[in-house]
């Protein structure tokens, strides 16, 4: 089989632990943007969703050199979007995919990088694979 008949690797999200945690945001939104792009997560999350109050955070890495967070809870919130209609019941893991993914459009809009432009792709190719995606492009669609 030639490499290009090869099926590609599915894309593998996996949790920061602890400890690991200091380097995730400059490692993903740079030095320059880690203040501006947690707090645009931060504060997409609480944009989307009348059921976020806070809390902490997980920060996950993908495997294609992307990332993402989702609140650490078990909890589903109620998401709308008023500009496409969307209204549904994410997991908390979903939410965050969605409120990163905005917040990182947004970021890669008001800072014109390469670099951040690059990571809204890297999440967006793994938003296409998850299980919910449907859920994930109808909220940010």
Not at 18 to 45: D, Y
Not at 115 to 139: K, S, T, W
């Amino acid at each position: 089989m030639s490499n290009a008949e090869q099926t590609p690797l599915p894309i593998i999200a996996t949790l920061l632990p602890e400890e690991s945690r200091m380097g995730f945001l400059p490692a993903f939104f740079g030095e320059e943007h880690m203040m501006n792009g947690e707090g645009l997560v931060f504060c997409w999350m609480r944009n989307l969703s009348e059921d976020y109050n806070g809390g902490f955070w997980n920060y996950y890495t993908l495997s294609n050199g992307g990332f993402y967070m989702a609140p650490a809870t078990e909890k589903t919130f109620r998401v709308r979007v008023a500009g496409n209609w969307f209204d549904g019941e994410l997991s908390a893991d979903v939410a965050g995919i969605v409120a990163t993914l905005y917040a990182v459009c947004e970021l890669a809009n008001r800072t014109g990088s390469d670099r951040i432009v690059d990571q809204y792709h890297l999440l967006r190719d793994y938003a296409g694979e998850h299980p919910e995606a449907g859920q994930i492009f109808a909220a940010i669609d």
